[in-house]
């Protein structure tokens, strides 16, 4: 069976803020402005503290991706309103396929956004990078990341810097940097290869510029740029960014 890989649901991104006892939203169409642009619209700097102090926050929709061969996997499902308002089950549908026809779940990282939906996915394999779990825990707690844990089938951790095979003509690369177990797919798809790129880039401009977020320490950023080295390697026909729409580079 020919593999394919297809963007079920399109990233998008809200902005909001804490003012006069209320939340004020907030939205722009480009990614970049979604980003940082966003933010200096707001009058957030990053010398002002850590950016979840910063009274700037984002609900954002990642890129969800279908990969269809010898079996389904879904890469990245989504945050906690894609999954609890059944759009990702409305995504899957228009498919031709359900939640039990999902044999693998992917998640690049455990941000919220790329990976809170997972709990649709019962006893499902789930296939994250090494050392993603100890920033999960960071951020959720670990009770709640065990319980998570618990609630998935088999776990598989992509370790190491070389190739690990999901199924036929799909690997698995660690690419850390945006956060420290982040990884990436590489897909030999029926007519292309194909970057399934996760937040390593978030946005064409971070592929094509390499212009990452200001928010990045100085160690990330080294790693971000080690990890684009790695996947541009693979000369890919297509990248799949985080946060922006497909696009040839």
Known sequence: MKTSVEVIIHPVCLRFSYHNNEIVYMFASNPEQQLDEMEKLMGVETDQG??????????????????????????????????????????????????????????????????????????????????????????????????????????????????????????????PGHTSGHISLIVNSEDKKVLIAGDQTMTRSEYINRTFSRWYPKQNLLDLNKSLDKVQKYKPDLVIPGHDRPFCP
Request: hydrophobic letters at 40%; charged letters at 30%; aromatic letters at 8%.
């Open 50 to 175: 850590p950016i979840f102090d910063s009274n700037v926050g984002f609900l954002p929709v990642a890129s969800t991706i279908l990969i269809r061969g010898e079996k389904n996997i879904l890469v990245d499902p989504g945050n906690h309103h894609i999954g609890f308002y059944s759009m990702l089950k409305r995504a899957l549908n228009s498919k031709n396929l359900t939640y039990e026809d999902i044999d693998i779940i992917v998640t690049t990282h455990t941000h919220a956004d790329h990976a809170a939906a997972i709990v649709h996915f019962r006893d499902k394999p789930w296939v994250i990078g090494e050392g993603e779990f100890k920033d999960f825990e960071a951020i959720e707690g670990k009770e709640i990341v065990e319980a998570k844990k618990k609630m998935m089938g088999d776990i598989t951790e992509i370790r190491g810097d070389g190739e690990t095979e999901i199924m036929k003509d799909v690997i698995a690369l660690k690419t």
